[in-house]
């Protein structure tokens, strides 16, 4: 069983407040990533990590920021919530030495109602 | 641009009868095909990794195969502690960032 933790499970904030929300993992896994998912649809990949300070874009990420200080730890922050970013949000990580490739492993997820 | 498209969309089986899941995909390069079961409100749990054509994987009442553009999921005797959305997801070589594709899924209800 996977060992990635997110907090909090649940939040109902107003719109404009700054919320982070925080993603840990205890299996030294390199990459990790956060994704957003609506009722039916895909994931959509918004951020993503190879390592301590390295960051990445992905689709969604243009309202978010996050942040990689040590290997376990992977933040997401939205400055300035709106009542568009009302979603799921899933953290995931993965061993990128893992032969023949690596597999995500993804947490319980983040669900974000803005009011 | 690599692409995942899974069918049906939503299926209902009765408790026992036997069905397949569909994964069509197109990548630049597979290096592995994943299946994970997600239940309503939690993340995706892993099921399956698949890296070459002809590959079959078994856990309890699944099976999953891969050909060079499709994964099957075959469930065999379905109960209903079985109900989830099933996603299908690809990793190819293309780009090098090795981030996998997710399909839409296909939720399975089975009835008892």
């Known amino acids: 069983e996977a060992d990635i933790y997110q907090t909090p499970r649940y939040l109902v904030i107003g719109t404009g407040k700054k919320i982070t929300l925080e993603c840990s993992q205890t299996?030294?896994?390199?990459?990790m990533y956060w994704y957003q998912q609506d009722p039916g649809m895909e994931l959509h990949l918004i951020h993503y990590?190879?390592?301590?300070?390295?960051?990445e874009k992905g689709d969604l990420s243009s309202e978010s920021t996050v942040s990689r200080i040590r290997t376990e730890h992977f933040p997401l922050t939205l400055e300035s919530a709106r009542p568009s970013h009302t979603s799921q949000y899933l953290c995931?990580?993965?061993?990128?030495?893992?032969?023949?490739?690596?597999?995500?492993?993804f947490g319980p997820g983040t669900r974000l109602t803005v009011l | 641009e690599d692409q995942v498209t899974q069918s049906p969309e939503a299926l209902r089986l009765q408790e026992g009868e036997s069905s397949s899941l569909n994964c069509s995909y197109t990548v630049s390069g597979l290096r592995g095909l994943f299946w994970y079961r997600q239940d309503p409100g939690k993340g995706p749990e892993f099921l399956f990794t698949l890296y070459s054509a002809g590959e079959e994987k078994e856990k309890e009442r699944l099976k999953a195969t891969l050909t060079k553009k499709e994964s099957f999921l075959h469930i065999t005797a379905p109960k209903p502690e079985d109900s989830a959305t099933y996603l299908c997801a690809v990793q190819g070589a293309s780009g090098g960032s090795y981030i996998p594709t997710f399909g839409r899924g296909t939720s399975l209800i089975v009835h008892p």
């Open positions: 995931a990580s993965s061993d990128p030495a893992a032969e023949p490739t690596d597999t995500q492993y």
């Open positions: 990590s190879y390592g301590v300070n390295s960051t």
């Open positions: 299996m030294g896994h390199d990459k």
